[in-house]
């Protein structure tokens, strides 16, 4: 997005909100994985550029690369790189990293290689190691889960890898239209289609790799009470659910998506996270990163 007064806000509430997050997440003890993009591990643009690659993603669409946005517009490094929240990231207890592809990575879009992506993911690896940390899980941008990749996954350590729900609007693989945004929109309010809940026993396992089924995106606080209402009773509702019936639940956002009302948005963490820790109470709930996942599943199921 072009950068200008609004932008930059977005981001620097974007910046101070991940560690209340943190504090939030060590107070309630639980266990969080936060997929990086790789290009943030960098501490400047100068650095950034000493990483680029020789070969570029070949997307039909050049406006999808990372690479090719930077010749229209400036880096800033207080917003495009974030070595220092991945340095307190890591050194919280029980955060995992894991990636979100180095270059913002699309898996299904056009033009595009196998062997784009495996060069993609093996940059992410490079630069996490600097910083001594092993990539285990991947999430994969825009949600392009990619099956026809997961054999390079495997081939770079990756263990776990979140794969989209069930329902017919969350089809990475299929076009984008006005229902399909609308399904996924009006199902974070009401139930829209069939539960996305599953059973651990029922995750598969693909090249040894944990396939974790997204459950349901949080969706940030908005200037309409009874749509935050309902967002937040259908959350809280399906985590009792999975707790009573002992289902795997994987919630999930951006941390940008804290940024134009981070306040707020914190507030309902807070009532999440309060709400798991009465089910952990009452039922046991556990929360898993998603590498602690895919070790439990192989030790209890496989």
């Given at each position: 997005?072009?950068?200008?007064?609004?932008?930059?806000?977005?981001?620097?509430?974007?910046?101070?909100?991940?560690?209340?997050?943190?504090?939030?997440?060590?107070?309630?003890?639980?266990?969080?994985?936060?997929?990086?993009?790789?290009?943030?591990?960098?501490?400047?643009?100068?650095?950034?550029?000493?990483?680029?690659?020789?070969?570029?993603?070949?997307?039909?669409?050049?406006?999808?690369?990372?690479?090719?946005?930077?010749?229209?517009?400036?880096?800033?490094?207080?917003?495009?790189?974030?070595?220092?929240?991945?340095?307190?990231?890591?050194?919280?207890?029980?955060?995992?990293?894991?990636?979100?592809?180095?270059?913002?990575?699309?898996?299904?879009?056009?033009?595009?290689?196998?062997?784009?992506?495996?060069?993609?993911?093996?940059?992410?690896?490079?630069?996490?190691?600097?910083?001594?940390?092993?990539?285990?899980?991947?999430?994969?941008?825009?949600?392009?889960?990619?099956?026809?990749?997961?054999?390079?996954?495997?081939?770079?350590?990756?263990?776990?890898?979140?794969?989209?729900?069930?329902?017919?609007?969350?089809?990475?693989?299929?076009k984008?239209?006005?229902?399909?945004?609308?399904?996924?929109?009006?199902?974070?309010?009401?139930?829209?289609?069939?539960?996305?809940l599953?059973?651990?026993?029922?995750?598969?396992?693909?090249?040894?790799?944990?396939?974790?089924?997204?459950?349901?995106?949080?969706?940030?606080?908005?200037?309409?009470?009874?749509?935050?209402?309902?967002k937040?009773k259908?959350?809280l509702?399906?985590?009792?659910?999975?707790?009573?019936?002992?289902?795997?639940?994987?919630?999930?956002?951006?941390?940008?998506?804290?940024?134009?009302?981070?306040?707020?948005?914190?507030?309902?963490?807070h009532?999440?996270?309060?709400?798991?820790?009465?089910?952990?109470?009452?039922?046991?709930?556990?929360?898993m990163?998603?590498?602690?996942?895919?070790?439990?599943?192989?030790?209890?199921?496989?």
């Open positions: 997005m072009p950068v200008n007064n609004s932008t930059l806000n977005y981001f620097r509430n974007t910046r101070k909100v991940i560690p209340e997050m943190l504090d939030l997440f060590s107070a309630y003890d639980v266990s969080v994985t936060w997929a990086a993009v790789g290009m943030l591990f960098h501490k400047n643009e100068l650095e950034w550029r000493k990483h680029q690659p020789m070969v570029l993603p070949g997307y039909v669409n050049r406006n999808l690369s990372s690479y090719e946005w930077v010749i229209n517009n400036r880096l800033i490094d207080e917003i495009h790189f974030a070595s220092e929240l991945i340095d307190l990231i890591g050194s919280t207890a029980k955060m995992e990293i894991g990636t979100h592809t180095y270059s913002h990575y699309y898996c299904n879009s056009k033009g595009q290689t196998v062997f784009d992506f495996k060069r993609d993911i093996q940059l992410a690896i490079q630069v996490a190691a600097s910083k001594k940390i092993q990539l285990k899980s991947l999430v994969f941008p825009r949600n392009q889960f990619n099956k026809e990749y997961l054999s390079v996954c495997g081939e770079l350590g990756i263990e776990a890898v979140r794969s989209n729900p069930a329902a017919w609007y969350w089809d990475a693989t299929q984008e239209t006005l229902l399909t945004k609308i399904a996924r929109t009006g199902d974070a309010y009401l139930p829209f289609g069939k539960s996305n599953v059973k651990p026993e029922e995750i598969v396992f693909e090249n040894n790799i944990a396939l974790l089924p997204a459950s349901r995106l949080y969706r940030p606080w908005i200037l309409n009470p009874l749509l935050n209402r309902l937040l259908r959350i509702s399906e985590m009792t659910f999975a707790a009573e019936n002992k289902l795997y639940y994987h919630l999930w956002w951006h941390p940008h998506n804290f940024g134009t009302h981070p306040s707020q948005c914190l507030e309902e963490l009532v999440i996270l309060h709400h798991y820790t009465e089910l952990s109470r009452k039922y046991s709930f556990k929360s990163s998603m590498h602690d996942t895919a070790n439990y599943l192989r030790t209890a199921y496989k």
